[in-house]
């Protein structure tokens, strides 16, 4: 990516804390073509359209060279795993999906999501309890973070006690999706590789487990039952299950952090929210539109000519579809760079859309829910400590690295 583009000026970390002026300037051009070949598509209904489109590819093994000859990077690419389901098109992708969905949602278990509430109740509780005696805490690190990871670990079935060797291989792992990384991108690729396959070999440790003394949770109904479409390969569990894992840990910290920063500077709305729980719903819609963690779609290949807005994207490009700026295009949001969680018409590209519609929504939805009720209710007087706060490095999963918020204490548990 040539620097002083507007591209590179948005994945460059001193733009990290407000983006949305560069992506304003990148929609006058709705598909602008970088001088290594990407195409990036900025607005709401031309990103939405190729998220519907066939001919655009999440295949790895269908990407071309660049300009300058080096392949686009691949998160995924390594000898020992085969692709998620993240990285195939049908026919592959389906089977792998309907797979993953048996122990996860309708129609094998329609409850799943839903009875995991009281569940998810006392863990936040619990965490906002730990927080008790202190004038000032790190919503990253003292909830964000550990809340997520344990709702993902008991629900695949990782025991509690080796959540904390993830934290270094997930980092690696969702570094490798960086497209404009701080150190080389051949160290952060393998940097990348080596925990992903550590990372499976843990798993295929813990797979065997679960296969010889099932329990309730998700990766042992994936290594023993079988439905219509048969059953996973071990190679093919593991890869969804560090798909599950990573997906579950880096994206849902960032929701709530992000609505922690967004609700404490709309005190307004967090008022409301505290008198009327009620408004978490949209509240956390509106949060994926106006604050959406997954920030931009940079892995997609053109399997053909595609006319976009009457620019030829040429098969065989890469394609880069800008989420967060569709979020705010307003020719498709009235008022769209306003926060307003009363928006009635608010059908945001937070978690995709089309056939890669992010496989855990309702369990993100729920966890941000009751996660921003129960801080909003119970943290007396917060307020920020440093704004904007220190970000991540990574463009794609945007989120602040520390959010430190002091309070006057804490109201009482329900
Ligand atoms: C706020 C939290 C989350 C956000 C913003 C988010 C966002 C997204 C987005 C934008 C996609 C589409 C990717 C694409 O089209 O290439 C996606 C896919 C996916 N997400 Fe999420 N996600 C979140 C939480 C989760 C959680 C908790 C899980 C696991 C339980 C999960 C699992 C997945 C999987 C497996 C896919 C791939 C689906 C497919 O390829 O069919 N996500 N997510």
Redesign the pocket.
């Known amino acids: 990516m040539t620097s002083g583009t507007l591209l590179y000026q948005i994945t460059d970390y001193a733009n990290r804390a407000d983006p949305y002026p560069l992506y304003a300037e990148l929609r006058r051009t709705p598909v602008a073509r970088q001088d290594d070949g990407v195409y990036a598509v900025s607005t709401y209904w031309e990103i939405s359209s190729l998220?519907h489109d066939p001919r655009l590819s999440?295949d790895a093994r269908n990407r071309v060279p660049l300009a300058d000859g080096s392949l686009p990077p691949d998160p995924e690419e390594d000898s020992t795993l085969p692709p998620s389901?993240?990285r195939l098109d049908p026919p592959e992708?389906d089977r792998m999906?309907r797979l993953a969905t048996r122990p996860f949602g309708p129609p094998n278990c329609p409850r799943r999501i839903h009875d995991m509430y009281g569940e998810l109740a006392r863990m936040v509780s619990g965490l906002i309890d730990g927080l008790d005696g202190r004038e000032q805490a790190d919503i990253v690190d003292d909830f964000a973070y550990p809340f997520?990871v344990m709702v993902?670990c008991n629900l695949l079935g990782v025991p509690h006690q080796d959540e904390a060797r993830f934290h270094g291989w997930a980092d690696a792992i969702v570094s490798g999706l960086d497209p404009n990384p701080a150190e080389g991108p051949a160290e952060r690729q393998r940097v990348a590789q080596q925990a992903r396959t550590e990372l499976g070999g843990y798993l295929a440790g813990l797979i065997e487990e679960h296969r010889r003394a099932p329990g309730h949770d998700m990766l042992s109904a994936l290594a023993t039952e079988a439905g219509p479409d048969g059953r996973m390969s071990q190679l093919e569990l593991i890869t969804t299950a560090v798909?599950?894992l990573i997906?579950?840990h880096e994206?849902?910290v960032?929701?709530i952090t992000n609505g922690t920063l967004t609700l404490l500077r709309h005190p307004e709305v967090l008022g409301r929210l505290r008198a009327d729980p009620g408004l978490a719903v949209p509240l956390v819609e509106e949060l994926?539109r106006y604050e959406?963690?997954?920030q931009l779609?940079p892995?997609r290949t053109a399997l053909a000519d595609i006319d976009v807005a009457g620019t030829l994207i040429p098969k065989g490009s890469p394609v880069w579809l800008m989420?967060a700026s569709g979020n705010r295009d307003p020719r498709r949001f009235t008022d769209a760079d306003r926060f307003d969680p009363g928006r009635r018409d608010n059908q945001h590209l937070?978690?995709?859309s089309g056939?890669?519609?992010?496989?855990?929504?309702p369990?993100?939805r729920l966890e941000?829910q009751i996660a921003l009720t129960e801080l909003a209710r119970r943290l007396v007087n917060p307020s920020l400590v440093a704004d904007p706060p220190p970000y991540r490095q990574n463009p794609v999963l945007r989120g602040p690295r520390h959010l430190p918020v002091a309070f006057d204490g804490l109201a009482t548990r329900f």
């Open positions: 998220l999440s389901f993240l992708h999906r997520p993902i798909l599950l997906a579950g994206t849902t960032n929701l994926l959406p963690p997954v779609l892995q989420l937070g978690f995709g056939i890669h519609y992010c496989f855990g929504a369990l993100a941000a």
